[in-house]
């Protein structure tokens, strides 16, 4: 898969037969955690094919393809928790990796949230690793302090916390969301 720095994206719901392709995107965008001791993270199983077609039947799994070929290099699958677009995952394929691609997912499910009147954006990431929490700072996301975390993300982060991840700092994060701020 390769796609050309200045490559046009596309922003558009997943389709079926793609489930499989996020699958991969994901395992090669988890690759880049080996070089940072966190082989674990790299190891861990994507979204099953099940979950996956729950959301993209939900209407919450969106992929960024390439205009030419339209083959998707990048996907974002949400939830709404504590009354936000919640971002349960956003993963790009290291070759489309430093083009905008992960910002205009987010900046996708952001306009998509403010059609619903949701007036911000939530994550869950790990502080330390500069393609995460740094990241995401420069996005617009600001770090929630303990007292600001609700009981959704509160229970975003035990499951998390159950699954191993605690292992590394990990930081619940959030961006006002523009469009939904007047409805």
Do not use: K
Request: net charge neutral; aromatic share 6%.
């Amino acid at each position: 898969m390769t796609v050309g720095h200045t490559a046009a994206m596309r922003f558009r719901p997943a389709r079926r037969s793609e489930l499989p392709l996020l699958r991969d995107i994901e395992r090669a965008a988890g690759e880049p955690f080996r070089a940072l001791g966190m082989g674990e993270v790299a190891d861990d199983e994507p979204p099953s094919l099940g979950l996956l077609e729950r959301y993209l039947l939900g209407g919450r799994c969106w992929v960024a393809a390439e205009e030419d070929t339209d083959r998707p290099v990048g996907y974002l699958i949400a939830d709404r928790i504590d009354s936000a677009a919640h971002i349960e995952q956003v993963s790009v394929h290291p070759t489309a990796s430093r083009q905008g691609v992960g910002r205009g997912l987010i900046d996708h499910l952001a306009d998509r949230a403010g059609q619903q009147g949701l007036r911000a954006l939530t994550l869950t990431t790990f502080a330390e690793v500069p393609w995460n929490a740094p990241y995401y700072t420069r996005l617009g996301f600001r770090t929630l302090a303990e007292d600001e975390i609700g009981a959704g993300l509160r229970a975003v982060r035990a499951q998390e916390a159950r699954s191993g991840l605690d292992r590394w700092p990990r930081v619940c994060m959030r961006r006002e969301n523009a469009a939904g701020a007047g409805q």
